[in-house]
């Protein structure tokens, strides 16, 4: 295993995370895995809940990808058994549970996408099926034996709900003791999770030192706030950069977030420490989103697609005269259609809230007319061909087809 500037490298696994428990701890694993050569064992688990992974997943990876830069082993953990249950966290109401068709179909696309991160030659990919699925009704019984419904209850997500007065389902109360059985499965020496699950994370410990092992380190990182700057990133808020859009696409709405949001996503999504992001501070904003955007692309397309990408942004939107607006082709509307919404589809607009507001500013024209309204709803029919104009940068003609 490769050897690393001890202090450095804890600076790195450290960097962006809000919870290590302990750092002390941690740093012993590090010099006992180091001295006798063998590099730990760091989980991470994903249930595949939808098809694709976007950059919040990606926050997770890049912890992963970094554990394995300094010689370690990642088990990339995919949750077919808890994804049948449903994870709970944040949740006021009882999760829908996938079916195990929909669950298969989600996995294997995670198993296409999670290598334009992480380094295949020290990466495992685990079903947790493979263990939760062989227990029998009496080894449920004494795993759920190791913990009290007292501890269980404790979860914050669950203390809401109680307080208002809305139901949870039994089957919800098992899921932190699977994800929990899943490290004493994997011999887990360190699990990484976003800080939402930190009360999962924990309980892993705990089961791990009531099985005779040593306790996991929990590290824990923030959620990746999305395009929008204010809710966490997620798909069915449109506010994401998937793994899977190509390069234009995610270069242009790295471009879109504001400077608060890129200083974030620097510190989240990249290999570089504070004190050099800090540094890039004192240059001009715009240099620093424009290096963003091409690291994110470099990261899904290579250097090459990075570099192309910025400088089909520049050309397509540095000159801001409507003679030279791209034409970009669209479909036509089934009847009219929320302009706010045709706005996130052409990546015109981080998200559908983003886009109301930018109506309702006047940031929005449409054949040199402002739209004031942010409800405002438009049909585009066959051969049409319409000037859209969002802020001072964002221009194209759409052309239906």
Known sequence: MPSSAPSLALDLLLKGTVTCHTKEALAAKLAKSEAGGRPLRVKAGFDPTAPDLHLGHGVLLRKMAQFQQLGHTVIFLIGDFTGLIGDPTGKKATRPPLTPEEVLANAETYKQQVFKVLDPDRTEVRFNSEWCGELKGADWIRLAAKFTVAQLLERNDFQKRMEAGHPISFHELLYPLVQAYDSVALQADVELGGNDQLFNLMRGRDLQEASAQPAQI?????????????????????????????????????????????????????????????????????????????????????????????????????????DDAPDVEVEPTDGEAMLAKLLVERGMAPSRKEAERLIGQGAVSLDGEKVLDPSFRLALKASMKLLVKVGKLKLERWVVR
């Not at 890039?280 to 692309?297: F, N, Q, S, T």
Request: charged residues 30%; hydrophobic residues 45%; without cysteine.
């Open 218 to 322: 929990v590290l824990t990182v923030p959620l990746l706030l999305g395009l929008d700057g204010v809710e966490k990133m997620s798909k069915s808020l449109g506010n994401y950069i998937g793994f899977t859009e190509d390069a234009d696409t995610q270069f242009g709405k790295a471009m879109s977030v504001s400077d608060a949001t890129m200083w974030d996503w620097w510190l989240l999504l990249t290999d570089r420490l504070p004190a050099e992001i800090e540094a890039m501070k004192a240059g001009h904003p715009m240099d620093a989103k424009k290096a963003l955007a091409r690291e994110i692309v470099r990261q899904f397309h290579g250097e090459a697609e990075g570099e192309g990408a910025q400088e089909r942004w520049i050309r397509r939107f540095s000159e801001r005269k409507a």
